[in-house]
Every structure is written in structure tokens, then in C-alpha cells.
């Protein structure tokens, strides 16, 4: 049962992620970006990782995707031309399809064998919020508190660099 | 309970469709979306081994993926919207001031 539900959730991701990269409209790609989000979150589910599926669909799907979609109706763009060079596409495809069969090798290999047999069964209470928020704020306290820094620093920027008017000489 | 292995090979296939998208579009914004693609496949590996480890420092790892992911998309959107401005495209083959 579990298998078939992986089985699903993948076939989806990957299916929507091939078309994302296919479909020329912009508004397809995002829709179909959070499509992948969402099978994503399914296998979070299954992986116990109950707070981070939600919010991978909260924030990541509903309010980064949003802001793509935002900008997208903003600038009003039409449907893309393909590159001027025309040699680029298949052979971006068959290095990517290439790098797979290094990675597949590698997960199979001993050494990843050795480091995944150790299974902790104990997976009790694990990926709930209390668990993770004892987390945040004893072990991960400062990169979190860097993490807040990192976000003001994009909120200002942001701000600045899509102010109307010249930046440098007002005082 | 699903191998470990066949979560890596999802993200890792997720990670690619996500290279390839990188290169082969030439639109800015599905340039940025691609590399969100790239990370979601990084946070699938992420909570796998979080599982597999049975710790949830993994699922810390995905937060903070998450806010970096959000700030980059902060930043890029806020300068695809200069670009369009200052070009009137967002094409990044026509971008090449940069480029002799």
C-alpha cells in the first residue's frame, strides 16, 4: 500500500516537473510547479515529516508560487521563444540524463548501503511541532535567529531595488 | 517500509529536471522556478534521511531551505522586474551586456 502511494506521488512529481520545463505559457509552469509541491508534501506525509509537508504547502505553494504567479501577471508576458541557440537543448538533456547514472551508482553503491542500514525504527513523536520547535529554539537557536536576518536583508532589498526613481543620488 | 534509495533516486531525478530546466529555458522567472525545483529535490533527500536516521535535525535543514528559497525568490523576482523595466524583456539570451 505505502509502495503504491510512493509510486504515485512520484509518478506525479516527476511527470509535472518534465512538463513544467516543456510548457511554454508561464502560468502552466507555475501551476505545475505547485503540483510537484503538493505530491512533495504527500511524500512527507509518508516520510513522518507532518510539519513540514504543511508547510511546505503554506508557504511554499501558497505564498512563494503566489508571488511567481504575481509577477508573471505583472510583467504580462507572452508565450516564450526558444533560445537562439539551437544545440543547447539536446545536449542540456543528455548531460543531465548522464549526471543521473553517477548519482543512481553512487546510491547503490556499499559505502550508501553501510550509512542506510542503520535504521532507527524509534521514529516515535518524530517531525511533530513540539519536537521540532524544542529544536529550533535550543540546538538550531542561531541559525534561526540568522535565518530571520537573512529574511530582513531580502524584504529591504527587495524594497530597494524595485523602488521607482534613482537610488543613489537622492539623499 | 519504501528503501531510502528509491526516495534519493526521486530527488535526484527532481534535482536534473531541474538542472535541465535551468538550461534549456530562456525565460528568467522559469529560470528561478527551476532552481525551486532544484531545492525541492534537495529537501526530499533531506527528510529521508531525517527518517531514516529517525532525528528531525533533518526537518530543520527543509526550514531553513525553505526561508533561504524565499528570500532568493524575494531577490530575483525584485530584479527580474528591474530587468523588464530597464530591457523590456526578461529573455536572459538578450541580457548580455556582460557578455564580449
Not at chain 2, 532552481?35 to 526537518?59: C, P, R, T, W
Not at chain 2, 531553513?64 to 523590456?88: D, P, S
Request: proline share 2%.
Amino acid at each position: 500500500m505505502e509502495l503504491y502511494f510512493f509510486l504515485f506521488f512520484a509518478t506525479v512529481a516527476t511527470v509535472s516537473g518534465v512538463s513544467m520545463i516543456i510548457q511554454r505559457n508561464p502560468v502552466y509552469c507555475v501551476l505545475l510547479l505547485i503540483m510537484v509541491m503538493i505530491s512533495l508534501a504527500g511524500l512527507f506525509l509518508m516520510l513522518n515529516a507532518q510539519f513540514v509537508a504543511i508547510i511546505q504547502i503554506v508557504v511554499y505553494a501558497g505564498a512563494i508560487m503566489v508571488l511567481f504567479l504575481f509577477v508573471i501577471m505583472l510583467l504580462n508576458l507572452s508565450r516564450e521563444e526558444w533560445g537562439t541557440f539551437r544545440i543547447q537543448r539536446p545536449v542540456a538533456v543528455i548531460l543531465s540524463a548522464a549526471l543521473l547514472v553517477p548519482l543512481v551508482t553512487m546510491f547503490f553503491s556499499k559505502s550508501t548501503k553501510d550509512a542506510t542500514t542503520t535504521i532507527n525504527e524509534n521514529t516515535l513523536g518524530l517531525g511533530e511541532v513540539e519536537q521540532i520547535g524544542a529544536l529550533l529554539f535550543t540546538k538550531y537557536l542561531l541559525p534561526v535567529e540568522l535565518a530571520a536576518v537573512l529574511l530582513l536583508i531580502a524584504i529591504v532589498g527587495a524594497v530597494v531595488l524595485t523602488r521607482h526613481g534613482t537610488i543613489i543620488t537622492e539623499d | 517500509m519504501i528503501p531510502i534509495s528509491y526516495y534519493l533516486i526521486l530527488s535526484a531525478i527532481l534535482f536534473l529536471i531541474g538542472v535541465t530546466g535551468v538550461l534549456i529555458r530562456r525565460n528568467a522567472i522559469i529560470v528561478l522556478m527551476c532552481i525551486e525545483l532544484m531545492l525541492n529535490g534537495a529537501n526530499l533527500s533531506f527528510v529521508a534521511f531525517a527518517k531514516q536516521y529517525g532525528s528531525a535535525d533533518g526537518h530543520i535543514y527543509v526550514f531553513l531551505a525553505i526561508t533561504i528559497a524565499a528570500a532568493e525568490a524575494a531577490i530575483g523576482l525584485a530584479l527580474v522586474i528591474l530587468l523588464f523595466r530597464n530591457k523590456g524583456t526578461v529573455n536572459i539570451d538578450e541580457v548580455k551586456s556582460l557578455r564580449w
